[in-house]
T-cell receptor, first 112, second 115 residues
Framework: GEDVEQSLFLSVREGDSSVINCTYT??????LYWYKQEPGAGLQLLTY?????DMKQDQRLTVLLNKKDKHLSLRIADTQTGDSAIYFC????????????FGTGTQLKVEL | GAGVSQSPSNKVTEKGKDVELRCDPI?????LYWYRQSLGQGLEFLIY????????KSGLPSDRFSAERTGGSVSTLTIQRTQQEDSAVYLC?????????????FGPGTRLTVT
């Protein structure tokens, strides 16, 4: 995952918006994903975006993609305590088969 | 419907022993993936099966690791002569065939501890 970078930790207050950032290096990436991992659990797919899109919204989640800067972000509106988890971005690269390359993960802590 | 299941959920083994980890993908999914998650290395791809094609083994860390997928469904990941550095959570995922986002759905993982 050294080619996909994320900040390690983010703390927000309940009700605020959270923005989790990710940078990647491979411009050939076709799809980019966000996964959520709660303690002791597997990875839950939250959303994904195709590389020819610059935004995707799904209820409280908004994904922004800046392909020029190779920057991906996940915005969570009205963050709740249940959103506390580790969030991973991942990329699927052209010619890389369907395997995913994951970022280092961002631990989101939601405080009351 | 049922998601990806993995067994066992936890496995403790002695260094030098062989272990087998099992994955049952979502019914109808033709692609199956193994990843491992460890503190030092994060999430790493291990191997990928797609239908009847030869598997992509490019992520296997050594020849002690192997995997097979029988009948296009269940998969077993085998680690021979386990070492302490093999301790990790082994995650399996499956995805449907065809075009689209190739969304991968993950199982809960098997936590392997090598003592």
């Amino acid at each position: 995952g050294e080619d996909v970078e994320q900040s390690l930790f983010l703390s927000v207050r309940e009700g605020d918006s959270s923005v989790i950032n990710c940078t990647y290096t491979d411009s050939s990436s076709t799809y980019l994903y966000w996964y959520k991992q709660e303690p002791g659990a597997g990875l839950q797919l939250l959303t994904y975006i195709f590389s020819n899109m610059d935004m995707k919204q799904d209820q409280r989640l908004t994904v922004l993609l800046n392909k020029k800067d190779k920057h991906l972000s996940l915005r969570i509106a009205d963050t709740q305590t249940g959103d506390s988890a580790i969030y991973f971005c991942a990329e699927r690269r052209t010619g890389g088969g369907n395997k995913l390359t994951f970022g280092t993960g961002t631990q989101l802590k939601v405080e009351l | 419907g049922a998601g990806v299941s993995q067994s066992p959920s936890n496995k403790v083994t002695e260094k030098g022993k062989d272990v087998e980890l099992r994955c049952d993908p979502i019914s109808g999914h033709t692609a199956l993936y193994w990843y491992r998650q460890s503190l030092g290395q994060g999430l790493e791809f291990l191997i990928y099966f797609q239908g009847n094609s030869a598997p992509d083994k490019s992520g296997l860390p050594s020849d002690r690791f192997s995997a097979e997928r029988t009948g296009g469904s269940v998969s077993t990941l085998t680690i021979q002569r386990t070492q302490q550095e093999d301790s990790a959570v082994y995650l399996c995922a499956s995805s449907p065939d065809g075009t689209g986002g190739y969304e991968q759905y993950f199982g809960p993982g098997t936590r392997l501890t090598v003592t």
